[in-house]
């Protein structure tokens, strides 16, 4: 098992550009989620998704998209870069909605916007 | 929604003494506190979890307490050892609340030889 997999794993942009964060797992989850981590902060979350088809939005939503569309990815884009959007970015999952399941972080990128 | 707060937000210990890191929620409907362990520049890992209905929770040299009364939950690490160095996050997950994890801004303990 690969675990949870993110690319890339560093990229730096201009402001006003878009890119797409990649995110997958193979451990067959349902639930996944999006958090940024900015110094000194905890984890805020982005967006998360209870299954393929459905997803719904975090904390900290403005500014990104996500989609679902298998049980594997959960991308997140950017839809125009900003500054205030630098920070490194944790892609997570865990088998249900259930509380108590373990949830798995990915090993992040590190965004910096220019 | 739910809100986490964690204290302190850095902690120093020598080597072989006890840390203690301290979290509040404020849902009373969270049932689900992990801890999680973050070296510098890796992910975030599960160290320890506690279920509501447990008052605490001990593996080897880490226990985590829990008061449902007083919405509050603790990570006790005795015996710290340089490799223990890192920060540490807490975290409350509800049921009714379509199982969001709500983290704390983190503790930064510092273990010294």
């Known amino acids: 098992n690969a675990g949870v997999t993110q690319t890339p794993k560093f990229q730096v942009l201009k402001t006003g550009q878009s890119m797409t964060l990649q995110c997958a797992q193979d451990?067959?989850?349902?639930?996944m989620s999006w958090y940024r981590q900015d110094p000194g902060m905890g984890l805020r979350l982005i967006h998360y998704?209870?299954?393929?088809?459905?997803?719904d939005q975090g904390e900290v939503p403005n500014g990104y998209n996500v989609s679902r569309s298998t049980t594997e990815d959960f991308p997140l884009r950017l839809l125009s870069a900003a500054p205030s959007q630098t920070s490194v970015y944790f892609c997570?999952?865990?088998?249900?909605?259930?509380?108590?399941?373990?949830?798995?972080f990915g090993p992040g990128t590190r965004l910096t916007v220019l | 929604g739910e809100n986490v707060e964690q204290h302190p937000s850095t902690l120093s210990v020598q080597e072989g003494d006890s840390a203690v890191i301290k979290c509040t929620y404020s849902?009373?409907?969270?049932?689900?506190f992990p801890w999680y362990k973050q070296e510098l520049g890796k992910r975030p890992q599960l160290i320890i979890d506690?279920?509501?209905?447990?008052g605490e929770k001990k593996d080897q040299r880490i226990a985590v307490t829990l008061n449902k009364t007083a919405k509050h939950f603790s990570l006790h690490i005795t015996e710290t050892q340089p490799e223990d160095s890192a920060v540490y996050f807490c975290?409350?997950?509800?049921?009714?609340?379509?199982?969001?994890?709500?983290f704390g801004d983190g503790t930064t303990l510092t273990v010294k030889p």
């Open positions: 997570a999952s865990r088998s249900g909605q259930v509380t108590g399941d373990e949830q798995f």
């Open positions: 451990m067959n989850h349902e639930y």
């Open positions: 998704s209870v299954g393929a088809g459905i997803t």
């Open positions: 849902d009373s409907a969270s049932n689900y």
């Open positions: 506690i279920r509501s209905n447990v």
């Open positions: 975290a409350a997950i509800s049921n009714t609340n379509a199982g969001k994890s709500t």
